[in-house]
């Protein structure tokens, strides 16, 4: 086939495979006469294997991966799926590579036709070809339609959400904590909160552990790095406070995680948010934009495999460059392509002084849940100018940082 030639089905079962040099992440789109998507159930890819009508498989990365389309199951309103593919390395184009789509007989496997787009350059993502209703008979369209900017592009085109930048939102009214069960530590009150600037009471004295790392116990007053290196849970706080003296030097947050059950690479997105004394959205740093706030905050840049030990992605942090009104930073991961953190193991956090090396905090998080996003900690700077570290480990459904604002303002 040639771009634009069409061909009939006489078969109700189509198969198409998308054959490259390299290995490729192939989708099917279910679109309605206005070219979109009815919802994101209507994305059929590798995470999301099967909609109504229209199945994915996966080569394995030894064959190629397929997109089937059953006509007679597909419903009312769809007037086409369109084939696109990827390379699923990320950045990677087109350049170079062939990929060919070969239409088959999903029952018998009888060749239909076979389709190489031309002449590729740029793109990184591509429409090869569509499955469409005309005259209320079925065929097969050759496209090689390219994108530069990435499934995000096909993703926009047809409608599948990508979070737009929500609307600011109003800080909510004070809200008093609950009464611990023992004395807290007595802090400053926190900006977030409104509350008067009076001076600090005393810190009351914390035990002394039995052994490092000091882990924070249920319930128990905030911590502070005297005692060592500090394993926070859920909900739990440290201050960043050693020998008296608040943290104010450059640290690194380091974030890591592993593939679960032996699968496919994990390409996730670590990032951090700044917000002013109201809630307010200061600026996202990210693999898209590496340093914010005149370089007090900076990125590491893009991991995409999540493979090998160590931290995946550092967030380096310089306490005492940040801006005034930059008061409240959450830490987020989010995954794009889509694949939740049920599919992630070992994922955590660690604060790190850049200077010495020395690990000063870590959150390990230990539970998962079938989201593309998580929060994982939040630093709140205080009245008397110490920072606080909050483990969160909280998930949201939002596959980039933009969709992680609201709720992360939400939850400083």
């Known amino acids: 086939m040639t771009p634009g030639s069409n061909l009939p089905l006489h078969t109700a079962r189509v198969t198409v495979d998308v054959a490259a040099p390299v290995r490729l992440d192939v989708s099917g789109l279910l679109l309605t006469a206005d070219g979109k998507v009815r919802s994101d159930a209507d994305f059929i890819f590798y995470n ?9 498989r996966s080569g394995g990365g030894s064959a190629p991966d397929s997109i089937t389309v059953d006509t007679a199951a597909v419903p009312p309103g769809i007037e086409r799926i369109v084939v696109t593919a990827s390379p699923d390395a990320a950045g990677q184009t ?6 060919t789509a070969t239409v088959r007989d999903a029952v018998g496997g009888a060749v239909i036709a076979t389709f190489t ?3 590729l350059g740029s793109e990184t993502a591509l429409v090869v070809i569509e499955v469409y209703q005309r005259g209320g008979a079925w065929k097969v369209r050759a496209v090689g339609q390219g994108y530069a900017n990435g499934l995000a592009g096909i993703a926009t085109d047809f409608g599948v959400s990508v979070e737009d930048e929500p609307a600011p ?3 909510p009214a004070p809200v008093a904590p609950p009464a611990p069960p023992t004395p807290p530590t007595q802090h400053a009150p926190s900006p977030w909160l409104g509350g008067p600037t ?3 009471a005393p810190p009351v004295p914390q035990a002394a552990p039995s052994a490092p790392p000091v882990a924070a116990a249920p319930g128990a007053g905030k911590i502070n790095l005297d005692k060592g290196r500090v394993t926070l849970q859920k909900n739990q706080t440290v201050s960043l406070v050693k020998g008296g003296r608040p943290l104010l030097s450059q640290v690194k947050m380091g974030l890591g995680w592993e593939p679960a059950f032996r699968g496919r690479d994990i390409d996730l997105d670590a990032s951090v948010i700044a917000y002013g004394p109201q809630r307010n959205h200061l600026d996202s740093c990210y693999f898209g934009k590496l340093s914010i706030l005149n370089g007090a905050i900076k990125h590491s840049g893009d991991n995409l495999t999540g493979e090998g030990a160590g931290d995946d992605e550092v967030i380096v942090v310089d306490l005492g460059r940040l801006p005034a009104d930059a008061t409240g930073l959450v830490f987020t ?7 939740k953190f049920t599919e992630v193991a070992k994922a955590y ?4 002084d850049a200077a010495s090396g020395e690990e000063l905090v870590r959150f390990d998080l230990t539970g998962a849940e079938p989201q593309t996003g998580v929060m994982m900690a939040k630093l709140i700077k205080q009245f008397s100018g110490e920072w606080e570290m ?23």
Do not use: H, W
């Open 390 to 412: 909050t483990a969160l480990g909280d998930f949201v459904k939002s596959r980039t940082v933009r969709g992680m604002v609201k709720p992360a303002s939400q939850a400083l």
């Open 169 to 171: 939102v109003a800080a």
């Open 117 to 119: 787009p031309p002449q």
């Open 349 to 352: 956090c660690r604060l790190i």
């Open 198 to 200: 009076t001076p600090a």
């Open 94 to 99: 087109f350049q170079g590579v062939e990929p």
């Open 333 to 339: 991961v989010n995954s794009f392509s889509g694949q």
């Open 48 to 56: 999301q294997p099967s909609g109504p009508g229209v199945t994915y």
